[in-house]
C-alpha cells in the first residue's frame, strides 16, 4: 500500500515537471517587446526615476536584450533615449555576452545595429557583472504595470537566472584600448574580487550556480543590492561581519 | 655740502640696512608656521579621540618614499606616538587607495594604515548618475573633502574619516 502511494507521488511530481516544462516553453513563444518599467535601482542624477523600456528576442545562436532608458521622465522624446543591446551568444561554452550602445530608435534587432554603435557613456560592467541583470521594477512608482506584463518580467527574469555564468566577448578588451569610457576598467583594483563566502556560493566561476565573481568596481550596485535586501536571496543570509567585509570592500579596502 | 651729503647717504644707508634686518628678524619670530600634513584621521567612534596625522616625505624625484605618522591620544589603541611608513599606492578610475606599513624602530612591520579615496566621477550624494544622467549633467569632479582610513595594527581594526 504504502508503495502503491510512493508511485502515485513520483507520478504527479513527474507529471508537473512535465507540465511545468511545457507551460514555460510555451510562454516564451509570448511577446517580450517594449514592456516598460520604472527601474527600482536607477535615478537620475537629480534622484528622479529612470524609466526603461525592454524587448528580448531570442534567435537560434543568440538572445538579444534591448532597452531604452529614460533619465528624461516616463514621456521623454527619443532622441533622449539611450539605446542598449546586450547580445548572449549561445554558441560559447559558456555564453559570452556583448554590449552595445546604439544610436536611439527601436527596439528591433537586426545585425546592422553593430555598425550603428556609439560611444558607451558610462562602462557597462560598472553594474553588470553577468550579463543582463534582472530586472526590477519599482512596481510603486509611475509606471503600473499589468499582471499580464508581471508574469513576463518574472519569466524573462527566470530566463535571465537560466544563462548562468557569461563571460565578457573577447572584442571588448580589444576595443577598450581606444575608449575613453570603456566597457570594463581593466586595473588591478577595479578587478579585485569579493571573496565574501555566502556571496561566493553563487558569485563565483565554477558550479551550477555560477555567475562569475563580482568585482570591485561592481561596488555600486553590491552596495545598491546588499543596502536594498534583495542580497542575498532567500535561504541566505549574511553575518554582521560579512556585512562589515562587503562594506570595507566597496570602498576600496 | 659734500660732508653733509655723504654722511645723509651713509645714514640712508644704515637705516635702510637696520630696516631690513629687522623685517627678517621679524620673520624668524613670527609664529611657526603650522605643519602641512598629507591627511589628518580622526576615529570613527565617537567615544574615541584618536587622531592620526601622516605626512608624506617626498624623495628628489618628487615621489613619494616614506610616511610619517602622528598618532594623538592613540594610547587606548597600544600605539606609540610616531611611526615611519612604507607607502605603496594603488590607484584606479575609481578608488586611490594609499597604504601606510607602519614599522616600529627596527624597521619591522607592525600593521597597516591604508587610505581610500572613493572618485566622484560617477556619484553625488550617494547615487549613481547613470547613463544620460552623467551626459546631460555632467558631474563635477569635485575636489574630495573626506576618505575612509582603516588602521589594522594589533590585530585590531579602526576606522577613520580623513581630511
Known amino acids: 500500500m504504502k508503495k502503491k502511494h510512493l508511485l502515485l507521488a513520483s507520478k504527479i511530481v513527474v507529471f508537473i515537471f512535465i507540465a511545468s516544462a511545457i ?18 535601482e536607477s535615478k537620475t542624477i537629480e534622484g528622479k526615476p529612470v524609466f526603461n ?20 521622465g516616463a514621456t521623454a522624446s527619443d532622441d533622449e533615449l539611450d539605446r542598449l543591446a546586450i547580445v548572449v551568444d549561445k554558441t560559447t561554452s559558456p555564453n559570452n555576452v556583448r554590449f552595445l550602445q546604439i544610436k536611439p530608435g527601436p527596439l528591433i534587432w537586426s545585425e546592422d545595429l553593430i555598425n550603428q554603435r556609439v560611444p558607451y557613456k558610462v562602462s557597462c560592467f560598472l553594474c553588470h557583472a553577468n550579463g543582463p541583470r534582472a530586472i526590477r ?71 551550477f550556480l555560477a555567475r562569475g565573481f563580482l568585482k570591485r568596481q561592481n561596488f555600486l550596485a553590491i552596495r545598491f543590492m546588499v543596502e536594498s ?25 | 655740502m659734500k660732508k653733509k651729503f655723504v654722511s645723509s ?14 623685517q627678517v628678524g621679524a620673520v624668524d619670530n613670527s609664529v611657526p608656521a603650522v605643519e602641512k600634513f598629507s591627511y589628518v584621521c580622526a576615529s570613527d567612534d565617537e567615544n574615541s579621540s584618536v587622531v592620526l596625522k601622516i605626512k608624506n616625505n617626498f624623495g628628489s624625484d618628487g615621489k613619494v618614499v616614506t610616511g610619517k605618522v602622528i598618532v594623538e591620544n592613540g594610547a587606548v589603541l597600544g600605539l606609540n606616538s610616531e611611526y615611519t611608513a612604507d607607502v605603496s599606492f594603488e590607484n584606479s578610475f575609481y578608488f586611490n587607495v594609499t597604504t601606510y606599513k607602519l614599522l616600529d624602530e627596527n624597521k619591522n612591520a607592525l600593521g597597516d594604515f591604508t587610505i581610500s579615496k572613493q572618485n566622484a566621477v560617477m556619484t553625488r550624494g550617494g547615487n549613481f548618475c547613470g547613463r544620460a544622467g ?10 574630495i573633502t573626506t576618505s575612509s582610513g582603516l588602521l589594522k595594527i594589533y590585530e585590531k581594526e579602526t576606522s577613520f574619516t580623513c581630511q
Not at chain 1, 528580448?56 to 529614460?70: A, G, I, Y
Not at chain 1, 536571496?233 to 553575518?239: D, E, K, Q, R, V
Not at chain 2, 552623467?134 to 575636489?143: G, L
Open chain 2, 134 to 143: 552623467c551626459d546631460t549633467f555632467p558631474v563635477n569632479p569635485s575636489p
Open chain 1, 229 to 253: 535586501g534583495n542580497m542575498p536571496p532567500p535561504g541566505f543570509s549574511i553575518t554582521a561581519k560579512e556585512k562589515l567585509q562587503i562594506q570595507r570592500f566597496t570602498e576600496g579596502f
Open chain 1, 137 to 207: 521594477p519599482d512596481y510603486d512608482g509611475a509606471v503600473k504595470n499589468s499582471f499580464s506584463e508581471k508574469v513576463k518580467i518574472a519569466l524573462l527574469n527566470l530566463k535571465i537566472k537560466t544563462h548562468g555564468r557569461l563571460v565578457e566577448n573577447e572584442q571588448h578588451a580589444i576595443e577598450d584600448v581606444d575608449l575613453k569610457i570603456p566597457f570594463r576598467h581593466r586595473s588591478k583594483i577595479d578587478n579585485d574580487p569579493l571573496l565574501v563566502k555566502t556571496c561566493t556560493h553563487c558569485h563565483n566561476d565554477t558550479g
Open chain 1, 23 to 40: 507551460l514555460i516553453r510555451l510562454a516564451y513563444k509570448m511577446n517580450f517587446e517594449n514592456i516598460k518599467i520604472q527601474s527600482q
Open chain 1, 53 to 72: 523600456t525592454i524587448s528580448w528576442f531570442s534567435l537560434k545562436d543568440k538572445d538579444v536584450w534591448m532597452m531604452n532608458q529614460s533619465h528624461h
Open chain 2, 9 to 22: 647717504l651713509v645714514f640712508v644707508i644704515l637705516t635702510a640696512g637696520f630696516h631690513a634686518r629687522a
